[in-house]
Nanobody
C-alpha cells in the first residue's frame, strides 16, 4: 500500500517562499508519476505540478509556472514543491498524490493521496 505524507506547510506573507515535502513509501515508484494538487475552501481540487519519477519530466499549472518547482530525491523517496513569490490566492490545502496511469494533471487519475498540508499566505 502506498503511503504519502506531506509536510512543510505554514503561514507565510505574500511574496514569501515555502518548500513542501512528500515522503512516499510502500512501493517502488519507478513507474509512478507524483503530483501536487491544492484545494481552497469552497473550490474544487486543482492541479499544481507533476513529476515523472523515473524520467524526471515535470509539468506545471499555468497559475504556478515560474513560481513553483517540483523535484524528487530518489534516495529519500521524497518529492518537493518549492514555492516562491507566494500570493494570497495560493492559500489552500496542498496534497501529494501518486498514479501509475500516466503523466496526468487530472485528480481523478490519481489512486493514492496524502492527508494534505495547509498553506496560508497573508496579504
Amino acid at each position: 500500500q502506498v503511503q504519502l505524507v506531506e509536510s512543510g506547510g505554514g503561514l507565510v506573507q505574500a511574496g514569501g517562499s515555502l518548500r513542501l515535502s512528500c515522503a512516499a513509501s510502500g512501493r517502488a515508484f519507478s513507474r509512478y508519476a507524483l503530483g501536487w494538487f491544492r484545494q481552497a475552501p469552497g473550490k474544487e481540487r486543482e492541479f499544481v505540478a507533476v513529476i515523472d519519477w523515473s524520467a524526471g519530466r515535470t509539468y506545471y499549472a499555468d497559475s504556478v509556472k515560474g513560481r513553483c518547482t517540483i523535484s524528487r530525491d530518489s534516495a529519500k523517496n521524497t518529492i518537493y514543491l518549492q514555492m516562491k513569490g507566494l500570493k494570497p490566492e495560493d492559500t489552500a490545502v496542498y496534497y501529494c498524490a501518486a498514479t501509475v496511469r500516466g503523466f496526468d494533471p487530472v485528480p481523478s487519475e490519481y489512486d493514492y493521496w496524502g492527508q494534505g498540508t495547509q498553506v496560508t499566505v497573508s496579504s
